[in-house]
């Protein structure tokens, strides 16, 4: 004896899968790339803390592990080997910003700020590191 199904079921209304997937993979673009604007503020806000009158490093350990957790989220939420360079863009862009004076001399990341120098090396360093091994990665296997 076999079962069958009730066939007179109409198919289930909502909006296409592949539509649907292409809106949160669009979501997710613009949540990485407005994070990589607020983490690269948070680093500059950072890389002048003082602990007894001297610089403390605080921000380019932020640099390194903000940087690592949005490329990893970029690359889970979009679903494409270049999306790390959704939040590298503006966090760049951000850098070079902070280290241009303006007209009334504000200057946000001196060239005598050695915290300043070393987030950028070191954000830098590992946006280029995060998309190198994505470059790399196997291309994704299907099963079935």
């Given at each position: 004896?076999?079962?069958?199904?009730?066939?007179?079921?109409?198919?289930?209304?909502?909006?296409?899968?592949?539509?649907?997937?292409?809106?949160?993979?669009?979501?997710?673009?613009?949540?990485?790339?407005?994070?990589?604007?607020?983490?690269?503020?948070?680093?500059?806000?950072?890389?002048?803390?003082?602990?007894?009158?001297?610089?403390?490093?605080?921000?380019?350990?932020?640099?390194?592990?903000?940087?690592?957790?949005?490329?990893?989220?970029?690359h889970?939420?979009?679903?494409?080997?270049?999306?790390?360079?959704?939040?590298?863009?503006?966090?760049?862009?951000?850098?070079?910003?902070?280290?241009?004076?303006?007209?009334?001399?504000?200057?946000?990341?001196?060239?005598?700020?050695?915290?300043?120098?070393?987030?950028?090396?070191?954000?830098?360093?590992?946006?280029?590191?995060?998309?190198?091994?994505?470059?790399?990665?196997p291309?994704?296997?299907?099963?079935?």
């Amino acid at each position: 004896m076999s079962v069958v199904h009730d066939q007179d079921t109409p198919p289930e209304a909502g909006p296409p899968p592949r539509l649907l997937d292409l809106g949160l993979r669009v979501a997710g673009g613009v949540v990485v790339v407005l994070a990589g604007v607020l983490t690269g503020v948070l680093e500059l806000l950072l890389a002048t803390v003082r602990v007894g009158g001297q610089l403390i490093g605080v921000s380019v350990l932020v640099a390194v592990g903000a940087n690592i957790a949005l490329s990893w989220f970029a690359h889970e939420a979009v679903g494409r080997r270049w999306a790390v360079a959704l939040p590298a863009v503006p966090w760049f862009a951000l850098m070079a910003v902070a280290a241009i004076r303006t007209t009334e001399g504000d200057l946000l990341l001196a060239g005598d700020n050695w915290v300043g120098l070393a987030m950028i090396v070191a954000g830098a360093m590992t946006f280029a590191v995060m998309g190198f091994r994505q470059i790399l990665a196997p291309p994704p296997t299907l099963l079935g």
